[in-house]
């Protein structure tokens, strides 16, 4: 079974930075890639970022140049660095991990970005 908990999120002044973790059970080389969604109150969960297993990253465009994904393996951890936040940031942050078919999800963590 996959249990994926993240952690680091909170409330941030606009122009602030968090840093959000996810960890694994197991070995996260395991997975084609993880990543990063959110939803906010009434809107539907959206991607964030990505990465795959062997390195690659995607963005959103919302948080490209904003927002950094990044994975220790030794760790069986990713971590999502936000920079440069902004109110319509706010929402609930889920870490997602991939393998063949299926997506796997955390609890979520609360971002609040307060203008």
């Known amino acids: 079974q996959v249990q994926l908990v993240e952690s680091g999120g909170g409330l941030v002044q606009t122009g602030g930075s968090l840093r959000l973790s996810c960890a694994a059970s197991g070995r996260i080389s395991r997975f084609d890639a993880m990543g990063w969604y959110r939803q906010a109150p009434g809107k539907q969960r959206e991607f964030v970022a990505r990465i795959a297993s062997a390195g690659i990253t995607n963005y959103a465009d919302s948080v490209k140049g904003r927002f950094t994904i990044s994975r220790d393996n030794a760790k069986n951890a990713i971590y999502l660095q936000m920079d440069s936040l902004k109110p319509e940031d706010t929402a609930a942050y889920y870490c997602?991990?991939?393998?063949?078919?299926?997506?796997?999800w955390g609890q979520g963590t609360q971002v609040t970005v307060s203008s």
């Open positions: 997602s991990a991939m393998a063949n078919v299926r997506t796997y």
